[in-house]
């Protein structure tokens, strides 16, 4: 039982990152109809930025209360230009070219971000500096540190932050009406590119936000911890109805559970011939099932067949 | 001045002469290690063509194309290999030893099976969907092979399947120097000229089913699915057919690429691969033959143009080699990407019809 409610906690912390990356894809995907591929890369660029301002700042003897906050909004700010960068550089000028163009741009973008991290932080995994001591809770058994506990926190007001945005302001409402007819919210005077280009900040500010979450609770970050992470983030906004800020949510966390669930229980099983190694088939399962069953997605309407 | 068939077949005979050349000028001017990078490019044209396929023709985004070329390359690897004595000792004391002529059409048709297996269950599937599974399909073959090493000992886990039987055709072996008819041909010449003719054989394939019932059938899918089972054609029939396809192609080449390289192991075939791939169809223009082999001439030269280049070209510059070679090239190779994207977005060499649609498209913008 207590390694049933660990797992459960494991896979809601991983799950509320995973839901938090998929809100980018999922409202560029909403208003442009695009797999922003290169996301995954921006997550991971926000990682090392803020990791790289925090030993900086604490190495200039700042403490660390205020040096925390301080490379999480330098993080937030050059990921926020970088998502802008992106869409004005690679997708805008491919809004209405072949289908398959802005993907490509979109690879493109990804190799070139993975590579200048490359360049600059070097192969090599960098640590997470310790800052505070990472208490642990207990909690029926199971234990729950001070990094997990804060990534569950700051998911959950980020995600109801942003659902006041779109839902409750005027800019939310620009939003949804691009996503729903461009061509109609630019005659109501709906500014559109500029509309797309803060979508993509708002996303990139997300991702930025994971991106620091992931390498606090791990500890580490890499150049390639984007690839993986995109992708399964991805899986989380197809699974919850890509397009649906919601269905991401729900998404990223039923992806973490089952991800945690399905590592922590294969072996028995499967008695033992399948082990956690497995860990990565599961979001691929679960996605093919889901779109088999399901193709819109848990959450999403049904949509008729575009041409 | 010669009449037009005349001209046809002198250039047909020309370009065939330029091609059966090829290998022995690339080894005189560039060396015999460029001709090994134009044996793989050969590969991946192959693979390239087959993607066209279903990308090309059939309009069915495939991000997980390299499972196919995996599937093809193990089961050469199993087949012609010391390997499976480890597994099962009663049953293959000294592994299995096939010929390639058995291993080909066996690994394209397990392939071919596979790609009907992906593409029953996503047929309703459209667009960026699909992308997305197959994609997932590509990862799940890829953790698997990564993974069958316990508990029987199948795939050898990352370590890979190494000690590969080259490749040898009636007694034929390709990996020594042969002399034929008084010329000597090395081994990567030799391999040269398998590979030349079986991407000979998929473009020929590939010509003649764009101009079949089939290839137009997959081109009215293409443009409008709705519309073409509307005409009568069996849609899932025809898609599930261009999934097998694209993906016995795979096969064929994987089994190639095993006995060329000796070695298999998972890191060859990750999703970045898929996308090399992928990137190859599009940037040389989807559908077209021969702008999809010029894609894959293009790609799969390029990054080692780029390895050749980088560093002498610091060092000319500034005395020393400042930025680590490896990813400058990745970088170059990403911004060439989206610069040729950004000017040609039906891709480098387009089909006469695609380029026609997309200038009535400016025009009645």
Redesign the interface.
Known sequence: MEIFLQQIINGVVQGSVYALVALGYTMVYGILGLINFAHGEVVMMGAMISLSALTALIGMGLSPLLALPLSLVLAIAVCMLLGYGIERIAYRPLRHAPRLAPLITAIGVSIVLQNLAMMIWGRDYHSFPQLFVNQAHQMGGAIINDIQLFIVIAAVCVMAGLMFVVHRTRLGRAMRAVAENQHAAQLMGVNVNRVVSITFMIGSALAALAGMMVSANYGLAHYYMGFLLGLKAFTAAVLGGIGNLRGAMLGGLLLGLIESLGAGYIGDITGGFMGSQYQDVFAFMVLIAVLLFRPSGLLGERLAERA | MPNAPDRVLFQRILFTAILLLLPFAVDALLGRGWLRIVDFAMLYIMLALGLNIV?GYAGL?DLGYIAFFAVGAYCYALADSPHLALAFPQLFPDGVHLSLLIVLPMAALLAGGMGVLLGA??L??????L???T???G??IR??M??LNA?VNLTNGPQGISRIDPISIAGVSFNATQRIFGITFPSVHLYFYLFLFFAMLVVFISRRLERSRIGRAWMAIRE???AASAMGINTRNLKLLAFAMGAAFGGISGTLFAGFQGFVSPESFS?MES?MV??MV??GG?GHIYGVILGGLLLALMPEILRHSVVPLQQALFGKTI??PE??R??L??????LV??YR??GLWPSRVRRRE?STDEKT?
């Open positions: 990308v985004l269950p996503t309703k599937l459209r667009g960026d969907y992308a997305i599974v994609l997932g399909f990862e799940i953790i698997f990564n993974n508990p409008d699915e709705i999703l996308v992928l990137c599009v940037l989807m930025i680590d990813s400058l990745m970088l190779f990403g911004i060439a990407l989206i994207m950004l977005p039906a997309l913008r």
